[in-house]
Nanobody, 125 residues
Framework: QLQLVQSGGGLVQPGGSLRLSCAASADGFTLDYYTVGWFRQAPGKEREEVSCISSSGGSTTYADSVKGRFTVSRDNAKNTAYLQMTNLKPEDTAVYYC????????????????WGQGTQVTVSS
């Protein structure tokens, strides 16, 4: 059974930085063939896509609200994807989820096959 195990997150002051990790955990599973997306959901709001990275890492997308502040990356040798978040703002407070799917459009529609457990990011002074 494939699992995406998230780490990172926590409480940070405005302007601070955090890095989220998303590690694939399953015997014989290779993240290489999967697009990875990062999503977030704030209280009372719908889940939104934050960023997406292609299987090779050669193509990335970002929500307008995080462009220039967040950077998505992946290390396929480690079966892990990352979301580096800088200059964090209170409005970035949310539960963040990573997701993976071999079908990119399904992932970007929010219907990825594999999801991480979610991690809380709170930006507050």
């Amino acid at each position: 059974q494939l699992q995406l195990v998230q780490s990172g997150g926590g409480l940070v002051q405005p302007g601070g930085s955090l890095r989220l990790s998303c590690a694939a955990s399953a015997d014989g599973f290779t993240l290489d063939y999967y697009t990875v997306g990062w999503f977030r959901q704030a209280p009372g709001k719908e889940r939104e896509e934050v960023s997406c990275i292609s299987s090779s890492g050669g193509s990335t997308t970002y929500a307008d609200s995080v462009k220039g502040r967040f950077t998505v990356s992946r290390d396929n040798a480690k079966n892990t994807a990352y979301l580096q978040m800088t200059n964090l703002k209170p409005e970035d407070t949310a539960v963040y989820y990573c997701a993976a799917d071999s079908i990119t459009i399904r992932l970007r529609n929010g219907n990825a096959i594999y999801w991480g457990q979610g991690t809380q990011v709170t930006v507050s002074s």
